[in-house]
């Protein structure tokens, strides 16, 4: 595994490399991620990780302080996985250049994450289409977890880049919570209850398949959850998965979450 530590080594170790994969992450890895990796690995002639806690993306700068970050695992781990190349750049190497592309949300976007997170997504695509233009790869390995950043990144990245993105499922531990860097802050009473709360979503959107009004039942679900769990859930919708516009069926549909588990914000869908 070779280490990048900025783009004069980046460019000097993919030169004449073709069919690369890569996974960008904000590191604190885990099973999500090697998923991703490993997909990777099967797609593509070589992988390229980047690990880069991205400041532009964070709305709030204690959120960016206490975002979890362990490089010297994570090397561990990409060394056992034989990644080929792991990029490590410093601020500088994202952003010392003027970003071309446009990047401007419109009015149906804002929705879900981008009502609650102000400018987060516009710093999600900002990175994502620099660091395309800085690796240049084949194909980009991106999580479901994150769906709607996912839809936002395909929408840019493919418009002004031959890369293609390729969506991979949520890695869910064996309580079913989805796997996510930020669970390393949650203490383990926290952990059942968000255990809880993901079987119940679950069992809830199995129940909605026969059901008329869904929204009305999803609005009640909400009221049960913020009571049971004493939560601030931030959304709880159903979404069509194609343009995450309201839907009232369940077909081409997913449910949406958003809430706090002690000052901690996590997202899933289902
Ligand atoms: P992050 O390091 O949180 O920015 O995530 C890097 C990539 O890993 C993103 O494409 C995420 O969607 C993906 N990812 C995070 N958690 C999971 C998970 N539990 N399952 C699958 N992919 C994930």
Same mark, same amino acid.
């Given at each position: 595994?070779?280490?990048?530590?900025?783009?004069?080594?980046?460019?000097?170790?993919?030169?004449?490399?073709?069919?690369?994969?890569?996974v960008?992450?904000?590191?604190?890895?885990h099973?999500?991620?090697?998923?991703?990796?490993?997909?990777?690995?099967?797609?593509?002639?070589?992988?390229?990780?980047?690990?880069?806690?991205?400041?532009?993306q964070?709305?709030?700068?204690?959120?960016?302080?206490?975002?979890?970050?362990?490089?010297?695992?994570?090397?561990?781990?990409?060394?056992?996985?034989?990644? &080929?190349?792991?990029?490590?750049?410093?601020? !500088?190497?994202?952003?010392?250049?003027?970003?071309?592309?446009?990047?401007?949300?419109?009015?149906?976007?804002?929705?879900?994450?981008?009502?609650?997170?102000?400018?987060?997504?516009?710093?999600?695509? &900002?990175?994502?289409?620099r660091?395309?233009?800085?690796?240049?790869?084949?194909?980009?390995?991106?999580?479901? !977890?994150?769906?709607?950043?996912?839809?936002?990144?395909?929408?840019?990245v493919?418009?002004?880049?031959?890369?293609?993105?390729?969506?991979?499922?949520?890695?869910?531990?064996?309580?079913k919570?989805?796997?996510?860097?930020?669970?390393?802050?949650?203490?383990? &009473?926290?952990?059942?209850?968000?255990?809880?709360?993901?079987?119940?979503?679950?069992?809830?959107?199995?129940?909605?398949? &026969? !059901?008329?009004?869904?929204n009305?039942?999803?609005?009640?679900?909400?009221?049960?959850?913020?009571?049971?769990?004493?939560?601030?859930?931030?959304?709880?919708?159903?979404?069509?998965?194609?343009?995450?516009?309201?839907?009232?069926?369940?077909?081409?549909?997913?449910?949406?979450?958003?809430?706090?588990?002690?000052?901690?914000?996590?997202?899933?869908?289902?």
């Amino acid at each position: 595994m070779k280490t990048l530590l900025n783009n004069i080594d980046l460019n000097e170790a993919l030169f004449g490399n073709s069919n690369i994969g890569f996974v960008p992450t904000m590191g604190s890895l885990h099973q999500g991620h090697i998923s991703l990796i490993k997909k990777s690995q099967k797609l593509s002639n070589k992988t390229i990780v980047s690990i880069f806690v991205n400041p532009k993306q964070f709305n709030n700068k204690e959120d960016y302080k206490k975002y979890p970050r362990d490089i010297k695992k994570d090397l561990k781990i990409l060394k056992r996985l034989k990644v &080929d190349f792991v990029y490590l750049p410093k601020i !500088k190497d994202v952003y010392k250049t003027k970003n071309k592309i446009k990047i401007k949300l419109n009015k149906q976007d804002k929705i879900l994450c981008a009502k609650y997170r102000k400018g987060h997504f516009e710093g999600v695509i &900002d990175v994502m289409t620099r660091l395309t233009k800085i690796v240049n790869p084949s194909k980009i390995f991106m999580g479901e !977890k994150d769906f709607q950043q996912l839809l936002l990144v395909k929408r840019y990245v493919e418009k002004n880049f031959k890369s293609k993105i390729i969506s991979c499922k949520t890695i869910r531990d064996k309580n079913k919570i989805a796997l996510s860097s930020r669970n390393t802050l949650l203490k383990k &009473d926290d952990l059942i209850k968000v255990s809880k709360i993901t079987k119940s979503l679950i069992i809830f959107k199995k129940k909605l398949l &026969d !059901k008329k009004n869904l929204n009305n039942l999803i609005f009640m679900k909400k009221k049960e959850l913020q009571k049971k769990y004493n939560i601030k859930i931030d959304y709880l919708e159903l979404r069509n998965t194609k343009n995450l516009k309201f839907i009232n069926k369940i077909k081409n549909a997913r449910i949406f979450v958003a809430y706090f588990i002690n000052k901690v914000r996590l997202i899933d869908n289902f």
